[in-house]
């Protein structure tokens, strides 16, 4: 695949999602698609590469243009067919996407959120407490992979006993994009899906016989009540707000506390005030984000950053790159928790904006600080040691990160 790739690309750049080596580090990849006319690559089918900020807010806004419904036959038709032919908000378009989104919209509003901030809290203090007993702390394993998925499965109302099997569920459906283009899915990963579906039938099952004031019962009413949501899209929502909301958090806990570890003098700087905390996050998301890029389709022939794209073409809008821009950004290789402004576009932009960013930022602010606080000599254990990443390039996260505590 990677020699494949080599000769179907622009000589200069080198995309390659697939390659353990390009995920490890995609950034010095970026660089060169942020001068010139915007690129099309030839993965088996042309994509635009879209990169620069201007490009990638330009299509993420014009979604009349570029739709996230994906299309059959460009190789990623295994993929979606496992999430079952329902849509969901993000991969759908106007009028289906604003009825589903109406449908959750109110349960993630700011003051919402911040009704959360309490068990949040908890959750941080309890797994900190018990990083404190053990003496040692790996990031991800003692606080970024438990708490996104404790919180949601809050929001949805999951007993507690529950959230390890979601967290593994959760792990083995994302790797799923890490199959080529074209290529099965592992069975195993198909399985994960298949019991995370029954899973959710069980309990939309329990909760119209006892309903809550927890999401899952929110959603069974819409279906039952109003018919604003059928059986597929109900179990599909389900799905769709426990993986985005669970990978992507703990990939900004791990990825920020990789920054902070490796910026001494940004942690000190914290340290000193923490009011610098929600900066700090937004320079977080944008120096290194847990979403490195999405995707759209050309509804129509166009034209962006000087590049004609043709109707039916793909977009890889790599919104990483986007926030690494020096077009838009100041010495943008550079992590700094004082950076202002920082327009990053780490939640994306336009109407699929990500609902969950107050409760991301929320979490984020909380997991971290709170372990500053915790801990006040926390440093990388091993800071000269490569960190090594997950499966999934369109999620960036790390597997483990050791810091010592004293
Ligand atoms: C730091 C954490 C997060 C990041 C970086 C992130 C990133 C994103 C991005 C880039 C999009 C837009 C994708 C596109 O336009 O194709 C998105 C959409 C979405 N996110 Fe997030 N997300 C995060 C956390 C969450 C959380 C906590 C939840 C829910 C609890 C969530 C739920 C969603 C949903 C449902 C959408 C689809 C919205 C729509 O299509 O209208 N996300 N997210």
Redesign the pocket.
């Known amino acids: 695949m990677g020699e494949a790739l080599a000769t179907a690309t622009p000589p200069d750049i080198y995309f390659n999602p697939w390659d353990e080596n390009f995920r490890a580090n995609p950034y010095p990849h970026y660089r060169p698609l942020l001068t010139g006319p915007l690129r099309i690559i030839d993965l088996g089918f042309k994509f635009a590469l879209a990169a620069r900020y201007a490009d990638v807010r330009a299509i993420?806004i014009d979604h009349a243009t570029f739709s996230?419904v994906q299309p059959k036959g460009m190789g990623f038709d295994e993929q979606t067919k496992i999430f079952g032919d329902a849509p969901t908000?993000?991969g759908s378009d106007p009028p289906t996407?604003t009825r589903l989104?109406r449908l959750v919209s109110r349960d993630?509003t700011p003051r919402r959120i911040r009704d959360l901030e309490p068990r949040i809290r908890d959750i941080a203090k309890n797994l900190l407490d018990a990083a404190e007993r053990k003496g040692e702390f790996d990031v991800m394993a003692d606080l970024a992979n438990p708490l996104?998925v404790m919180v949601?499965s809050d929001?949805l109302g999951v007993p507690p006993e529950e959230y390890q099997q979601f967290k593994n569920w959760s792990d083995k459906i994302i790797e799923a994009d890490n199959t080529l283009p074209g290529m099965p899915i592992p069975d195993e990963i198909k399985s994960a899906f298949t019991e995370l579906r029954s899973y959710f039938v069980a309990e939309i099952a329990r909760r119209r016989k006892n309903p809550g004031t927890d999401l899952v019962s929110a959603l069974v009413a819409a279906h039952d009540e109003s018919e604003a949501l059928n059986a597929d899209e109900l179990l599909q929502f389900l799905v769709?707000?426990l993986l985005?909301?669970n990978e992507?958090?703990t990939?900004?806990i791990g990825n920020g506390m990789l920054a902070l570890g490796r910026n001494p003098e940004s942690m000190a700087a914290l340290r000193a005030k923490p009011d610098l905390m929600r900066g700090a996050v937004e320079e977080m998301?944008r120096y290194d984000?847990?979403?490195q890029a999405?995707?759209r389709t050309a509804t129509k022939d166009t034209v962006v950053g000087g590049t004609q794209i043709s109707a039916g073409m793909g977009a890889f809008v790599i919104?990483a790159a986007a926030n690494r821009d020096p077009a838009q950004f100041k010495d943008p290789e550079k992590f700094d928790v004082t950076r202002e402004p920082n327009d990053q576009v780490?939640?994306?932009e336009g109407?699929?904006?990500?609902?969950?960013?107050p409760?991301?930022r929320m979490?984020?602010s909380i997991a971290i600080g709170s372990a500053l606080e915790r801990f006040p000599h926390l440093r990388l254990k091993n800071p000269d040691a490569p960190v090594t990443y997950k499966g999934s390039y369109f999620l960036r996260g790390l597997s483990r990160l050791e810091m010592a505590l004293k």
């Open positions: 993420l996230s908000m993000l996407q989104r993630f996104p949601i929001l769709l707000l985005a909301g992507t958090t990939n900004l998301l984000g847990p979403v999405t995707f919104i780490a939640f994306g109407i699929h904006f990500c609902i969950g960013a409760l991301a979490e984020g």
